[in-house]
């Protein structure tokens, strides 16, 4: 095998495991004996050209990535990319990152970080083209679809849920806010809790936990408070004015 190819083996590999798949499952998708993939995974034997961008698209990457060349280079721009996108988020300049974003999807096409990115930035341009929003949903649900990332598939849960509220799909929303992990199993309250860390580091953690969750306390108290948004008999046990009360002894606290 050329050194041109001679990443394919562990690059095929690792996609397949990706998705999930046995060899026998991607051979019949591929339309391809089983042993063919065991051969290309050993490297025994390599696919024809013909089946290159069958299996790129497959896999939602780009030939070269599923050749394994050059992965540092590709990481540095997909890096540079995004990089630059969140400085135009940062200045609300959603539309100008679109162009950017598809361009790199162009090359490396099925790249989470970079789809990610793309529905962000047209979920910020509703007003200008609302039809960005339902591209930026799909986007989302296909990257639900490929990663096998936790952490991306949090992400993506949790901007589901503003999305398909926004578009008033509240059942939707709520069930994309139900199959998020409860508060129990979320990383900051058991790193905090485990004696994992200790000392100067412990504190720093529980003060940043502090802020956070009494951040998140803060939210919520400001519904009680609001005269609008829940009714006298629903805010029972609290009352407008004791949420109002309890808001600010929190924010003492929080100082």
Not at 221 to 246: G, H, N, V, W
Request: glycine share 4%.
């Amino acid at each position: 095998m050329t050194n041109s190819t001679s990443n394919f083996p562990s690059v095929m590999k690792a996609l397949r495991k990706g998705r999930g798949l046995t060899q026998e499952q991607l051979a019949e998708a591929l339309g391809i004996s089983c042993q063919a993939v065991s051969k290309w995974e050993t490297g025994l034997s390599f696919p024809d050209v013909s089946l290159l961008p069958i299996m790129a698209d497959y896999f939602g990457v780009s030939i070269d990535y599923l050749l394994g060349h050059d992965t540092s280079r590709r990481n540095e721009e997909i890096e540079k990319t995004c990089c630059a996108a969140d400085e135009l988020f940062e200045r609300k300049s959603y539309i100008q990152a679109i162009p950017l974003l598809r361009e790199m999807l162009v090359r490396y096409p099925g790249n989470e970080k970079l789809m990610y990115k793309l529905a962000w930035a047209l979920s910020g341009t509703i007003r200008e083209s609302p039809e960005n929003y339902e591209e930026a949903i799909l986007l989302y649900l296909k990257i639900l679809e490929i990663s096998t990332d936790t952490e991306m598939r949090i992400r993506v849960t949790r901007d589901l849920i503003y999305r398909y509220y926004t578009k008033g799909e509240s059942d939707k929303a709520l069930f994309y806010a139900r199959s998020l992990p409860p508060f129990e199993f979320c990383r900051e309250y058991n790193l905090g809790r485990s004696n994992v860390l200790e000392g100067k580091a412990l504190a720093e953690y529980l003060q940043s936990n502090i802020q956070l969750f009494g951040s998140a306390v803060l939210e919520c108290l400001e519904y009680f408070a609001d005269e609008k948004i829940l009714s006298p008999e629903e805010k029972k046990p609290y009352t407008s004015q004791s949420a109002r009360e309890k808001t600010e002894l929190l924010k003492k606290a929080l100082l």
